[in-house]
DNA sequence: AGTCACTGTTGATCTGCATCAAGTTCCTTT
DNA sequence: AAAGGAACTTGATGCAGATCAACAGTGACT
């Protein structure tokens, strides 16, 4: 990422590798305090906010490369929990000694700033997605959400296995579980993909994407400056 | 913000105290390249995607006391426009000669983090605002955010006035203008507030938080884990 | 003072998706 | 291998809020 190899070296130290995590364990919970950011070597996190009694909101699914707690900075609280999908491998980098690296590392102060400012575009985008899009729209960019970031990661682009339950989808994009699942049977039926329970293998990533910019279109009637 | 003294003046030194802008007028538009972040001195900002054909979503209302920007230091480009609601000064920092600062400055390095935290539990708040509120309960929220943010700036936290267009209040709620209007006027028969225009003064806030605590449990029969 | 354009309000109607209901399949436990 | 329960699917129905339509208030420009 732009780092010197000592440097890296210096990153590496701090890292905690530790032992493999299971389906349904925490990484932290909500309130919990803060501590340490995580990253996804392999399997895949939620991250989500329980409401009070039993409901959440998913706020994202982690995986391999990616970062976890960033929104626990500020007030040194997690505002979220983290939980494992699967049999997962996670490192944990101490806060503290990773922000007092930093100030010895202008290049690694620079990459936490890209870091945190690609988080909030990407929570942006998310916004657009609940604010503007048709159930249709948001699933096909979940897909290809997925589906690029597999890929970034040398894993195929278009024949992967879900790790989260369409409730967990559903909550993600704003849409009931029972709307997910026929979204999944209607783009089989389509020809977009085909999904077998967990197991989903994009036919056609164009028309997939087609169901993006031909709605970005359909919704600026209104809602114009 | 517990930074020295003498660290608030190197930081005053670099910061930008351009004229006053004018309603219309754009910060930085959508794909412009990144130079600085702004702080709004007085007045208030609006953040949007648009998209293709004059459509638009808006991100959020920055007023004053608040940075904007942070969403394009990951590419250097801006993800989206920032355009002026009224006449407003606003501040701004070249991120260059901040960062650099930031290098030798490990406490203004450590706000810099939080605030994007900050930034990213905020956008985290609005997807669930997003994905799980009613109309009714994202104008409550709406209204209490902005009560909030004048409060903390000195200003009345029960009587103020809207520099948005309810246009722009639906776009950012994920809501249709007159999904919006009506809201108002319901609120107003109910006696929450009064509101006249762009004039809005909130009689119960106590009752409005109520409207936010109540569909928390509503919505959670659904959606558990 | 009159015209125009914009912003907001209100009413009527429509619709996408939530909700309710009833299976079916799969997975775990014993 | 049987039993119980998640997870998922599919169909029927309902409703919150979008959309369509009409109009009123406001302010800017002649």
Redesign the interface.
């Known amino acids: 990422m732009g780092l010197e190899q000592e440097d890296v070296e210096k990153l590496d130290q701090i890292v905690r590798r530790n032992r493999p995590l299971h389906r349904g364990d925490h990484l932290f919970r909500e309130g919990s305090p803060f501590q340490a950011l995580y990253i996804v070597k392999t399997g895949s996190v939620k991250t989500y ?1 329980p ?7 998913v ?1 994202g699914f982690h995986l391999p490369g990616e970062l976890i707690g ?5 007030n040194e609280r997690h ?2 929990s983290a939980k494992v999908l699967e049999t997962s491998a996670v490192c944990e980098i101490p806060f503290g000694e990773f ?2 690296l ?2 010895r590392i ?1 290049s690694l ?2 990459q ?10 990407h ?2 985008e ?3 997605l ?3 899009k048709n159930a249709e729209e948001r699933l096909a960019a979940f897909l290809l959400s997925l589906s690029k970031r597999f890929k970034r990661r040398g894993f195929s682009p278009s024949d992967f296995y879900l790790s989260m339950s369409r ?1 967990e989808i ?5 849409l ?2 029972e709307t997910v699942s026929r979204l999944f049977t209607r783009f089989q039926e389509e020809g977009l993909l085909k999904v077998e329970r967990k197991h989903i293998q994009l036919l056609d990533i164009d028309r997939l994407r087609g169901i993006l910019d031909r709605d ?2 359909r ?7």
């Open positions: 906010a409401s009070e009694e039993g409901g959440e909101q706020l960033l929104d626990a900075i500020e505002n979220c922000e007092e930093s100030t202008p102060q620079h936490m700033y890209r870091l945190l400012s690609r988080e909030i575009g929570d942006e998310m916004l657009t609940l604010g503007k409730h559903g909550s993600y994009l704003g009931a579980v970005a279109n919704g600026s009637r209104r809602q114009s400056t």
